[in-house]
């Protein structure tokens, strides 16, 4: 399935520790020649401080060859600086671990008794952001996460620094998987990117914004709210979905999954869902892959033949994609559900056989799933056994919705007798 993988696509808005991840997925699946994939590794841990990995990686694409001398010297460089960061800031981190400085929420009182107190400038905190990026650097993601807070804590939300900072935090609790932390994170970083955009060049928010839609995926798809809030993040919002838009179309997979899987707990699921064809419709000249094409065939072209082609297919994206791979089941059962709703507003009776057909299931299969359906409350219908039909029922509608259907339009229609009263036209 090299043909919708999107890891080359998706690797250019992530930071390279963040691509580790997708390669040892795709190593698992082996979508692509186990060498290729060993030599990729190489190649990427070369850029970071990740020496012993970089070592056993190295090892395993060369049995017989001992790690070259470029690695090993590489190794005591590394643990030489980051003795030098450890010892450099030494005084600030035994000041801000005591109980006095730990009970200081505000920021400038913090600095300023840090300075009054123990004579710590403010030019020294940096020392506690070098330190944190070279540990994120070497693999330590837990020490980094912890020396950005403290630094975060002593810098105000101005300091040319701060942006950084947040990244650097979000990316360490996403590769320590702590989903709630990380989804706090991306909500502090669209805050400070939506704050600075009035200042920033556009292009460079534009670029902020599909970093960080893409940073997202790891938290949303693996957090128990997570679709719900990718819609509303990048569906609802339109600074987002303009991002997505101009320099990300291939994120639209992932939003149509999202959908797909979650619009049915929503009580705007329908509202959703035409949005989400609405977008699709206008970027399908720049992007399409199954899952994307399943929406269209459907919600577009009313293709059911097609749509059910498409599923087939989407089961082996999904299979084969890091971010999806854990809707796969979810996906399928709704999708199929989408297919039968839609297939049901144009036909009253239906037969099981031909259904059946529609959903890739066997006719028994078929039959179980839609007394499943009409037992769960999710289906208002009857099954006809002997003559192998499923005949739907048309919703009675409450009293309520004939009040709304009738008076609808009344407003409207007594507002033009009033104007024409107005102008005379009656005698």
């Not at 619009?263 to 899952?291: C, F, M």
């Not at 299969?365 to 005949?391: F, M, P, T, Y």
Request: aromatic share 10%; hydrophobic share 40%; glycine share 4%.
């Amino acid at each position: 399935m090299a043909k919708y993988d999107l890891t080359s696509t998706v690797g250019k808005y992530l930071d390279r520790h963040l691509v580790f991840p997708l390669l040892e997925f795709l190593t698992a699946k082996e979508v692509y020649d186990d060498r290729e994939m060993l030599q990729a590794k190489v190649e990427l841990l070369s850029r970071t401080q990740m020496v012993d990995f970089a070592m056993d990686v190295y090892s395993r694409l060369h049995p017989d060859k001992p790690a070259p001398d470029s690695m090993v010297d590489k190794r005591a460089q590394v643990v030489h600086r980051l003795k030098e960061l450890q010892e450099s800031a030494q005084n600030v981190v035994g000041v801000l671990a005591g109980q006095s400085i730990q009970n200081i929420r505000e920021q400038s009182q913090l600095v300023e008794m840090l300075e009054k107190e123990y004579n710590i400038k403010p030019d020294s905190f940096v020392i506690l952001f070098e330190l944190a990026k070279f540990r994120y650097e070497c693999g330590n993601y837990q020490g980094a996460a912890e020396y950005l807070e403290l630094f975060r804590q002593l810098i105000p939300p101005t300091d040319e620094k701060m942006l950084d900072t947040l990244w650097g935090k979000l990316g360490s609790e996403i590769l320590m998987q702590n989903w709630e932390v990380a989804l706090e994170e991306i909500s502090k970083l669209a805050e400070h990117i939506d704050s600075q955009a009035p200042i920033t060049p556009q292009l460079q928010v534009l670029q902020q914004r599909s970093w960080l839609i893409h940073w997202s995926l790891f938290v949303f798809f693996n957090h128990p709210k997570g679709c719900d809030e990718l819609i509303e993040r990048f569906l609802r919002n339109q600074s987002y979905l303009n991002a997505i838009q101009t320099m990300c179309p291939h994120i639209l997979r992932y939003l149509a999954t999202a959908v797909v899987t979650s619009h049915r707990g929503r009580p705007d699921g329908r509202e959703i869902l035409r949005d989400l064809v609405k977008v699709i419709r206008q970027e399908a000249y720049s992007y399409s892959d199954p899952i994307t094409e399943f929406v269209e065939a459907l919600y577009v072209s009313f293709d059911f033949d097609g749509a059910r082609e498409k599923l087939a297919e989407c089961e082996q994206v999904l299979e084969h994609d890091f971010f999806l791979v854990a809707c796969q089941e979810t996906f399928v059962e709704n999708a199929r559900l989408l297919i039968f709703e839609t297939f049901c507003r144009i036909h009253q009776c239906i037969s099981i056989d031909k259904l059946a057909q529609k959903l890739n299931m066997t006719p028994e299969r078929a039959e179980q799933w839609i007394v499943d359906l009409i037992r769960n409350a999710h289906l208002n219908a009857k099954i006809d056994s002997e003559k192998g039909h499923v005949l739907m029922s048309a919703p009675t509608p409450s009293v309520y919705e004939q009040v709304i259907e009738k008076t609808k339009g009344l407003s409207m229609r007594a507002q033009g007798v009033m104007q024409a009263c107005d102008k005379g036209t009656f005698r």
